[in-house]
C-alpha cells in the first residue's frame, strides 16, 4: 500500500513547522518539501541583527537545516521552486534551479507556505547594485558582505517599517554609519496611531538618523552601474548603499495561476484548520490570511509567530488530527537603539471604520521606579470598546523594558477584560521591573476614569 504523500511548497516558518509536526505525529508520511532559496528553517526576524554585526555567524539564524530534515525522514530539496499546480490531478511542477529540469511531483495533499514578497517598486534605477531588499536569510548574507566588502558610509533605508527601522538601527546604531529612512506616510510604523507614530519619529531623530517623511521615492541615482543615490519627490539624498524596507504582499501568484480562492491583500482563503476552499490543498504563513481577533473580521499579517503557530495546526491536521488556530492580533515589538515600540490590536481609525463606539487613554509613566538607575520614559496607549470597557488594542513607546509589557495588553484582548478587570490584574512588582502601578494598569486607571465620564 502506498504511503500517503504531503508535499509542502515553502522551507521556512510555516512550511517546516507544519512538516516537523506532521513528522511527529505520522512516522508513516511521505513528506517532500521544495524551498527555492538554499536555507530552511530559519530566523528572518534575526536578520537585521546579522547585518549589524550582533550575529557573527549567518548560521546562527538556522534552526534546522535540509539534511536535519531529512534526518527526521522529511525530504528537503532546496534550490527548486514549484512553478505550477493542477488541483484536478493534485501535481505540481518543480523547476530544479541548479539541475534546470523540470518534473511534475503528485501529492495527496499540498501545503502552500510560500510566504510573502517584499515590495520594489518599478522606478530608475532600482536593480542597480548597491540597492537590497532583505527578505530571506540569503538576501540578508548578500547585503552583509557589500557591507563587508565596500565600506560604506552613507546609507538610505526607504520605508519607515519594522524592517526599515531595525535596518535603519543596525547601521545607525550598531555600525556608525550615517543613515537617511525616507517614508512616504506621515509617520513611520503605520500600525501605530499617529500620535505614537510620532513618538517613534522623535526617537529616530533623538538618535541621529535623518527621516524625511510624507516623501515618495521617485528613482535610484546611478554612476558606473551602482547606486550612488536615491531621488524622492522633495530632494536627492546622497547613498553608498539603498535598502529597501517597504513592506510585503501574500507570495500567491502561484495559487492564483491555479485559480485557488484569494482573500485579504491577494493572501490565500483558509479556514481555522488552515485548508483552503480547494480540496486537498492548506495554506499557512505569510501566503495565507487570518483572523483578527478584536475585528472579528479576516485579515493579513506577516510576522514569525503567526507564521510559526500557523505552520503547527496545519501539521497536525495533515496528520489526521485536530487542531485549529482561531487567529491573531498583530502583536509586534521593535527596537531602535535605546528605544522601544510596541503595538497590538486595532487602531483609532480601525475602530472607526468599523463603527465601533470607542474611548482612548495615553498616560506617560517610568519603566521602573523613578528612583531605580535605569529608570526611563515610556508611553502607554490603551483603546477601549465603550461603554463596556473592553480592551481592543494597545500600543507603547519607551526606551528599554518597556515593549514586552504590550504582551499583557494583548492577553487582555484575547481574554476578553475590561478597563476595570485590567486595573485589577495582580501584575508583579520590585523596583528594577516597574512602578508599585504597572504602566499598563495607570493608563487602564486613566481609561476607566474617562468611561465613567
Not at 554609519?177 to 522623535?202: F, K, N, W, Y
Amino acid at each position: 500500500m502506498a504511503k500517503r504523500r504531503i508535499v509542502v511548497v515553502g522551507g521556512d516558518a510555516a512550511g517546516m513547522s507544519a512538516a516537523s509536526q506532521a513528522r511527529r505525529l505520522d512516522r508513516d508520511l511521505e513528506i517532500r518539501v521544495f524551498e527555492r532559496g538554499p536555507h530552511t528553517s530559519y530566523s528572518a526576524c534575526g536578520i537585521p541583527y546579522l547585518v549589524a554585526g550582533l550575529v557573527e555567524d549567518p548560521n546562527r539564524l538556522v534552526a534546522r537545516t535540509p539534511e536535519e530534515f531529512r534526518e527526521q525522514g522529511i525530504h528537503v530539496s532546496t534550490r527548486h521552486e514549484v512553478t505550477a499546480l493542477d488541483p484536478s490531478c493534485r501535481r505540481v511542477t518543480v523547476h530544479d534551479l541548479v539541475g534546470g529540469r523540470l518534473f511534475e511531483e503528485p501529492y495527496d495533499d499540498l501545503l502552500l507556505a510560500t510566504g510573502a514578497t517584499p515590495l520594489r517598486p518599478p522606478v530608475p534605477g532600482i536593480d542597480a547594485a548597491g540597492v537590497f531588499g532583505v527578505s530571506t536569510l540569503a538576501s540578508g548574507v548578500a547585503l552583509l558582505r557589500f557591507v563587508e566588502e565596500q565600506r560604506p558610509r552613507k546609507v538610505v533605508v526607504v520605508g519607515g517599517g519594522y524592517i526599515g527601522l531595525e535596518i535603519a538601527e543596525a547601521f545607525n546604531c550598531h555600525r556608525g554609519l550615517e543613515v537617511s529612512l525616507v517614508e512616504r506616510a506621515p509617520q513611520v510604523m503605520g500600525t501605530l496611531d499617529p500620535d505614537m507614530g510620532a513618538l517613534v519619529s522623535q526617537a529616530l531623530r533623538e538618535v541621529g538618523i535623518r527621516l524625511f517623511l510624507e516623501e515618495t521615492l521617485q528613482g535610484v541615482e546611478v554612476r558606473d552601474g551602482r547606486a550612488v543615490g536615491v531621488r524622492t519627490d522633495k530632494r536627492l539624498l546622497e547613498a553608498d548603499l539603498v535598502v529597501l524596507g517597504l513592506g510585503v504582499v501574500p507570495q500567491t501568484e502561484l495559487a492564483k495561476r491555479a485559480g485557488l480562492a484569494l482573500g485579504v491583500r491577494g493572501a490565500l482563503v483558509v479556514d481555522s484548520r488552515m485548508r483552503t476552499p480547494t480540496a486537498g490543498i492548506w495554506g499557512a504563513g505569510d501566503c495565507a490570511q487570518t483572523f483578527n481577533l478584536a475585528s472579528r473580521r479576516p485579515f493579513h499579517v506577516a510576522l514569525g509567530t503567526v507564521a510559526n503557530k500557523m505552520g503547527r495546526v496545519a501539521g497536525i491536521n495533515l496528520a489526521g488530527g485536530d487542531a485549529v488556530f482561531p487567529g491573531a492580533l498583530g502583536t509586534a515589538v521593535c527596537k531602535i537603539c535605546k528605544y522601544e515600540a510596541a503595538r497590538t490590536g486595532l487602531l483609532e481609525r480601525e475602530l472607526t471604520e468599523l463603527g465601533i463606539p470607542w474611548t482612548g487613554a495615553t498616560i506617560e509613566e517610568s519603566t521602573r521606579a523613578g528612583y531605580y538607575p535605569g529608570a526611563g520614559d515610556m508611553t502607554v496607549k490603551l483603546l477601549a470598546e465603550r461603554p463596556s470597557g473592553r480592551i481592543l488594542g494597545g500600543q507603547i513607546v519607551g526606551i528599554e523594558g518597556a515593549a514586552k509589557r504590550i504582551d499583557v495588553v494583548a492577553t487582555a484582548i484575547r481574554g476578553g477584560l475590561t478597563a476595570q478587570d485590567m486595573v485589577d490584574l495582580d501584575l508583579s512588582y520590585a523596583p528594577p521591573f516597574s512602578p508599585v502601578w504597572d504602566p499598563v494598569q495607570v493608563a487602564a486607571r486613566r481609561l476607566l476614569s474617562l468611561l465613567k465620564d
